[in-house]
């Protein structure tokens, strides 16, 4: 798609209904993110998410979607401590959870797990600038790759994964130039999250997209206020059941 200039699709996916949806609206991509942790689960970011938690995310959305192609993140701890730990942990996910690859944050410290990974067969998405799962480190949930040092190590770090063997590289929450330097030295697609319109593909959080949750970042389009339209629905059913309006009684209508 790189190659012929097509714009790559991608947006998160947590369970089996919206993953049905998202691959009937043709979306190349679904990733099942470790955002997972904030949206579904209700934590603060996403260091708390388990293994575990994104088989069982993962396996809800391929029941679901028949068509895109699944990326599960690996979660916090799962492909840091050793390149054997790293290689359990991914072949987990494809053979548990059903991903046809995986994601995984971060340059020069995970590049060894990422060439044994794609030598055993893994395709891997690389994932740089914003690293939710260094949020501590970077300070919160800011701009990244900012001052002359950034943006060469960022340019690095993308040279390097391509070398490793990713098959493409999330670009997280960086200038837009960046993104658009990124995107023509490397071969493999990028896909742009907050980071400007150069990149080869774009992702968001679905629930930031869909209007279901509190506080979106300020890239995130909104394409539907589904936070509201439940809202009302809900009061609608409360107010009948409380009022007497539903269920309706089949007997008294004969
Ligand atoms: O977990 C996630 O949803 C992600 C996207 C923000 C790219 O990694």
Redesign the pocket.
């Known amino acids: 798609m790189k190659t012929r200039g097509e714009k790559i699709t991608m947006l ?1 996916a947590y369970d089996a209904t919206m993953a049905a949806l998202f691959d009937r609206a043709g979306m190349d991509v679904l ?1 099942i ?4 942790g904030m949206t579904i689960l209700g934590h603060p970011n ?1 260091l708390q998410v388990t293994l575990e938690d994104v088989i069982r995310h993962t396996q809800a959305v391929r029941r679901g979607a028949a068509r895109a192609l699944l990326v599960a ?1 690996m979660p916090f701890l799962t492909y840091q401590v050793s390149v054997p730990e790293a290689v359990r942990n991914a072949g987990r996910l494809l053979q548990e959870g059903g991903a046809a690859a995986v ?1 995984l944050e971060g340059g020069e410290p995970v590049l060894d797990v990422v060439e044994r990974l794609v030598s055993l067969g893994i395709p891997v998405m690389g ?1 740089l600038g914003l690293l ?1 799962q260094s949020v501590h480190q970077q300070g919160g949930f800011k701009r990244q790759a900012t001052t002359e040092r950034a943006r060469k190590q960022l340019l690095a770090d993308a040279a390097a994964l391509e070398n490793a063997g990713a098959c493409a590289v ?1 670009l ?1 929450c960086i200038p837009s130039d960046l993104a658009q330097e990124t995107s023509a030295a490397l071969k493999i697609p990028t896909i742009g ?1 907050g980071s400007g319109p150069h990149c080869d593909g774009q ?1 968001l ?1 679905s629930y930031d997209l869909l209007g279901l949750t509190a506080e979106a970042p300020p890239f995130a389009r909104q394409y539907a206020d589904l936070g509201n339209t439940i809202l009302a629905a809900v009061r609608a059913y409360y107010d009948d059941v409380k009022q007497g309006g539903f269920p309706r009684d089949r007997a008294a209508n004969a």
């Open positions: 998160t990733l993110g470790d955002s997972l996403t993140d994601k994932h939710p999330v997280e999250i992702v959080v």
